[in-house]
């Protein structure tokens, strides 16, 4: 992760993802395994309380696999590959009646090496407000390495300790426990205005901090053994006295940068 710290936070989760691409850096063909008939054998679930603002997902299946979505009354579609981007568009029978729905999404698979990376997108363009809070339930997909995510309400990521980046927007959350996420090396977090503080003792890998809009965020507690190098800020976030000055020290310890926007 080291050698993402010259890049901005915008693009940092796009090279966390084109970094897991073997299709598109060698250019090569996916050969699909074939279908499991199965599908009770499910190797990776990720659910949705999905409120209308994500229009489309990616995601990740080293090796490639059948990704399997469910949503509203029942429509199932299913989409073959390794790097997988399902516009949900596609499925929904009456696109205008998107605001008076409420989809629970359910995405799954029986691939063997399960679902690595799931990144939402939101509608920027039309303003969040006019999109709901969602609830993210990832407890049956221990393979998930990275999650960008947005308008959260609520989020346990105890069953994922393999997971190695963390991006989260605009988002309602009051605490994040990474207790159990050790293997972290990136954490993104953007207009994040209720989180108060954050603790990253368990997350001594940690290589680059993203901390842009939180203005409630006043505790950061680090741990002794961090790897911190590159914390990237705006003039919303507002670390107490104490919190910056140890997370100054660990940036100069480990010959970092700070970079603030």
Request: neutral net charge.
């Amino acid at each position: 992760f080291c050698k993402y710290r010259h890049l901005s936070c915008q693009n940092i989760a796009y090279e966390l993802f084109f970094s897991h691409c073997a299709t598109f850096r060698h250019n090569r063909k996916i050969t699909l395994p074939k279908r499991n008939r199965n599908m009770n054998k499910i190797i990776s679930e990720i659910l949705l309380d999905d409120e209308l603002w994500a229009e489309f997902y990616r995601v990740s299946i080293p090796g490639g696999g059948i990704l399997t979505a469910e949503w509203g009354s029942g429509k199932i579609e299913q989409v073959y590959g390794e790097e997988i981007i399902f516009d949900r568009q596609r499925g929904l029978d009456d696109t205008r009646d998107w605001e008076s729905r409420h989809n629970r999404v359910r995405l799954f698979t029986d691939a063997q090496n399960g679902i690595t990376l799931l990144q939402l997108f939101a509608p920027f363009a039309y303003g969040f407000h006019k999109y709901g809070r969602v609830c993210i339930d990832t407890s049956r997909c221990p393979s998930l390495g990275y999650l960008c995510c947005a308008k959260i309400k609520s989020l346990d990521l105890s069953s994922n300790a393999n997971l190695k980046g963390l991006e989260i927007w605009h988002s309602d959350l009051r605490e994040l426990d990474l207790s159990n996420n050790q293997m972290l090396k990136f954490i993104g977090l953007h207009n994040c205005d209720n989180l108060h503080e954050l603790d990253l003792r368990t997350c001594p890998g940690l290589e680059r901090l993203d901390l842009h809009s939180c203005p409630s965020l006043g505790t950061l507690t680090l741990s002794k053994k961090s790897e911190l190098n590159c914390y990237c800020f705006n003039y919303r976030t507002a670390l107490s006295e104490e919190s910056e000055d140890k997370l100054l020290e660990t940036i100069n310890r480990n010959g970092g940068r700070v970079i603030k926007i």
